[in-house]
């Protein structure tokens, strides 16, 4: 039987393991370790750039924080009995397979197809890993949140990326999963 700190232990090595393997993976998939430009920056706030989601924190930050919210909510509906420190390795494990996804060359040409990210070449290292971290953070807040606060956050941040860059989660797993024409044209600001 392991004890709580054994266990703890277990889950930080396993979670430490997920990133390892990710940045070793988008390694191998010849994924850009940083951004090309030779910097690291903490936020980056222009989409429309060659340098969007190859620092740490940009505007589609707020989505991976949404994941973990709704990681925390599908893990709490499913997992309840499991320990929350399981629960958070089963949502970076998820979280995991969609950056490792969604850095492969056919998703970004179907991002590049059916969105407004023309010039989107896929996620530095740096920025994939942060955006688990992210994910992490938004499960944590949700796991210490009253609920009503983490669906207002929730909220207010797909609000906010609607508002200042006209794309978020809600609409970004829409136009790729069924691109509509008049949400493509109001994101390009037609």
């Not at 390795?89 to 950056?99: D, F, G, I, P, Q």
Request: glycine content about 6%; hydrophobic content about 55%.
């Amino acid at each position: 039987m392991t004890t709580p700190t054994r266990q703890a232990r277990l889950f930080w090595l396993a979670g430490l393991a997920i990133f390892a393997a990710v940045a070793g993976l988008e390694l191998a998939m010849g994924r850009e370790p940083i951004c090309r430009c030779g910097s690291i920056r903490l936020w980056h706030g222009q989409v429309m750039s060659a340098e969007n989601s190859q620092h740490i924190a940009d505007w589609y930050t707020p989505s991976h924080i949404v994941h973990g919210l709704l990681f925390y909510l599908a893990g709490w509906l499913l997992l309840r009995r499991w320990p929350l420190a399981a629960r958070a390795l089963v949502a970076l494990l998820l979280e995991a397979c969609w950056e490792v996804a969604e850095n492969t060359d056919a998703v970004i040409r179907h991002y590049r197809e059916a969105t407004i990210s023309l010039d989107y070449f896929g996620d530095s290292v740096v920025n994939s890993l942060s955006d688990m971290g992210a994910m992490l953070l938004g499960f944590l807040l949700a796991s210490r949140l009253p609920v009503w606060a983490a669906v207002v956050l929730g909220l207010g941040l797909e609000v906010l990326a609607a508002a200042v860059i006209r794309d978020n989660l809600a609409l970004n797993v829409l136009m790729l999963l069924h691109p509509v024409a008049w949400v493509k044209a109001w994101q390009a600001g037609a």
